[in-house]
């Protein structure tokens, strides 16, 4: 059976070609830009490869009692609407997806918002939301031959492509910025068994080594310039469409990085809308670190028409990107959507993240800059209390316990970083302490706490 339904057509130039035709780096021949996948038959409305959007939901809803290994992922669960293999039984896949969509009530009440909701998306099986863009990446990887798979990496990435790699046999090079990345994903990557370099760079030198290497050696590039990551990065939009009965929020808020998920978000909603399966898309506003906010400044600029790369800095690692490769998608999903870009500060991202740990839930740093924008928007009227929001929480808090711990011993910040912001911070702090073994010390602390 050939389920295979895409072409990829050049976001710059509009060129289109099949799959297999691309090349190693993904970039156009013509122009240089990035692809997007695209499904001819869905533009045609009476067309017989147009999905059904009444079917549909029934279909997927259905899908959630099966015991079928593919209708389990809460990617492939979604497969009518992303057509990349010739053979679905091709699919590696580790149940990703099916994440919950938490509603921030705390935070909701400190902001006078009526709905916001936080699309947990650290809660795959790598812990990232890597997963449901590795999960297609890597099955068209495997259906198409290849024997290596390779990325650059802040973490993520990296942990992700190692985990699928190995579920499918295949061997995985990963290359990533020398002591720059978070020790629970370093060690994802070495319990994956992938070759693991660690390069005297940063993330930005990675990738251009990585771009020569596929052009050498029969690697597979599994980056997010590889547009089948973003036809899994987009089924977490069907999944809050869904969650919300078919309905879609106000607004959804972004980290940016490398700047891929914005737009794969942005995809889902579109074509949604275009199937008929919703009525409208959400605003999409993208968060980027103030040490790394090469788009921010962009638009700032010139609204997101051209980008200048910066030398990135933050402690949110994940997201420690000068060059970002998809930010021409980005900015065309934020123009597009009526979104907004923006940067926040480190102790910004330090404060929004303790409280979203403070919620019960918990987030890697790179998530929290989802809420420290949001402040920012609601502060300059730019989101209503009666909008509906979406979080997008990229990555668990385990990832990177480190910063959580120097968060709360007080280490994290330097004295500039955390000026103006300390009677914030020293609200959230909550240092572990050491207590004598006896009933009465451990009492005696409790009381020793107010509230
Ligand atoms: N949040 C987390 C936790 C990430 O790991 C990343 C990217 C992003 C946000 C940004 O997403 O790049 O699509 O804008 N991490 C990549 C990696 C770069 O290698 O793991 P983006």
Redesign the pocket.
């Known amino acids: 059976m050939n389920d295979n339904l895409h072409t990829l057509r050049c976001f710059g130039c509009g060129a289109r070609i099949s799959g297999p035709e691309a090349r190693s780096d993904f970039r156009c021949a013509q122009c240089g830009d990035l692809f997007e996948v695209e499904y001819a038959g869905w533009g045609h409305r009476q067309g017989p490869d147009r999905p059904n959007p009444g079917a549909l939901k029934w279909l997927w809803r259905e899908r959630r009692c099966s015991g079928e290994a593919l209708d389990q992922s809460g990617v492939w669960r979604f497969r009518e609407l992303l057509p990349i293999l010739d053979n679905f039984g091709n699919a590696v896949s580790l149940h990703e997806g099916n994440t919950p969509l938490y509603e921030l009530k705390q935070t909701a009440r400190a902001l006078g918002m009526d709905r916001l909701f936080a699309k947990h998306q650290g809660m795959n099986p790598t812990g990232?939301?890597?997963d449901t863009g590795m999960t297609a990446a890597l099955s068209v990887a495997r259906e198409r031959g290849f024997k290596w798979v390779a990325?650059a990496?802040?973490?993520?990435?990296?942990a992700a492509m190692a985990a699928y790699a190995a579920r499918a046999g295949l061997r995985s090079l990963v290359l990533i910025p020398e002591g720059k990345i978070a020790w629970g994903k370093l060690s994802q990557a070495m319990d994956y068994g992938a070759v693991t370099c660690q390069l005297e760079t940063d993330?930005d030198g990675c990738v251009r080594v990585l771009s020569e290497i596929v052009n050498q050696a029969p690697i597979y590039l599994l980056n997010?310039v590889n547009p089948y990551r973003l036809e899994g990065q987009k089924t977490p939009a069907f999944e809050i469409a869904e969650a919300l009965d078919w309905t879609v929020p106000d607004h959804l808020i972004v980290?940016?990085?490398?700047?891929?998920?914005?737009s794969a978000l942005g995809k889902g909603f579109r074509e949604l809308r275009e199937l008929g399966l919703v009525a409208r898309v959400p605003k999409i506003s993208v968060v980027q670190a103030e040490g790394a906010n090469p788009l921010a400044r962009s638009f700032l600029q010139n609204n997101g028409e051209t980008m200048e790369p910066v030398s990135a800095q933050t402690r949110a690692t994940?997201?420690r990107?000068g060059n970002?490769a998809?930010w021409r998608k980005a900015a065309k999903a934020i123009r597009d959507t009526g979104g907004w870009c923006m940067d926040v500060s480190e102790a910004e991202i330090a404060i929004a993240k303790a409280e979203i740990g403070a919620e019960g839930l918990g987030c890697?740093p790179?998530?929290a800059v989802t809420l420290a924008g949001l402040k920012k928007l609601c502060g300059d009227g730019k989101v209503a209390p009666t909008e509906s929001v979406v979080l997008i929480l990229?990555?668990h808090t385990l990832k990177d316990a480190d910063y959580t711990i120097d968060f709360h011993r007080g280490t994290l910040l330097t004295e500039q970083e955390s000026h103006g912001s300390e009677a914030a911070m020293n609200g959230l702090k909550r240092d572990a302490v050491v207590v004598e073994a006896t009933p009465e010390a451990v009492l005696a602390t409790l009381k020793g706490i107010s509230g």
């Open positions: 990232s939301f890597k990325c990496s802040t973490g993520n990435t990296s993330f997010s980290p940016g990085g490398n700047l891929a998920n914005s994940a997201i990107i970002p998809s890697e790179a998530s990229t990555g």
